[in-house]
């Protein structure tokens, strides 16, 4: 019987590392996408870009409006592996269009931050220029699909930046 047993525990052993082997853990979206993910959610007006910041672990907050037409948020958050970071947005509302501006500092990198700015270029969603110097690592992109968004970022003196405008024409509505 316990040679039976100790049979049962061997094979159950041995087919646990295929078991194991057979789920796969999602990849992991790096801290700066997040963070410019976030920044989108903002620019693009979105009423829901507080919450969903939240949501994703951000100390988000809309801050006192000084008009009907502006809106302003702020937000922190520590970015694993960069450091701890502060957003601030703000969206306008203008007759033809909303503008929508979200900048993110860490301004005391903390981590290996070094290969964030090219993790943004290369996401395929912005194209422009990169430029990396002994100053540091430096990005003007603008938005593939959509040349109304505008990215700046940066890796420079400890310090890394997202910094981005999104302009949304509003449908003409004739009036």
């Known amino acids: 019987m316990r040679a039976g047993l100790a049979l049962i525990a061997a094979l159950a052993l041995c087919t646990t590392p295929v078991v194991a082997q057979g789920k796969t853990k999602a990849p992991t979206v790096p801290q700066s ?24 672990g951000w100390d988000a907050y809309e801050d006192g409006g000084e008009s009907p037409y502006v809106k302003s948020y702020s937000g922190s958050k520590e970015l694993a ?8 947005a ?3 509302d203008y007759p033809n269009a909303t503008f929508g501006y979200c900048r993110v500092d860490v301004s005391e990198v903390t981590g290996n931050a ?7 270029q290369s996401l395929g969603r912005y194209e422009g ?5 002994g ?27 997202i910094q981005l405008s999104i302009v949304t024409p509003k449908a003409d509505t004739g009036n």
């Open 129 to 133: 220029q990169v430029i990396q110097n």
């Open 33 to 56: 996408v997040q963070a410019l993910e976030m920044c989108e959610t903002f620019a693009r007006g979105d009423v829901l870009a507080v919450e969903a910041a939240i949501e994703k």
């Open 135 to 161: 100053d540091g690592n430096f990005a003007s992109l603008t938005g593939t699909e959509d040349k109304n968004r505008m990215l700046l970022t940066h890796l420079a003196d400890g310090k890394f930046v």
């Open 90 to 92: 703000l969206v306008e």
């Open 114 to 120: 070094d290969n964030e700015v090219q993790i943004i």
């Open 81 to 88: 592996g960069i450091g701890y970071a502060t957003m601030f």
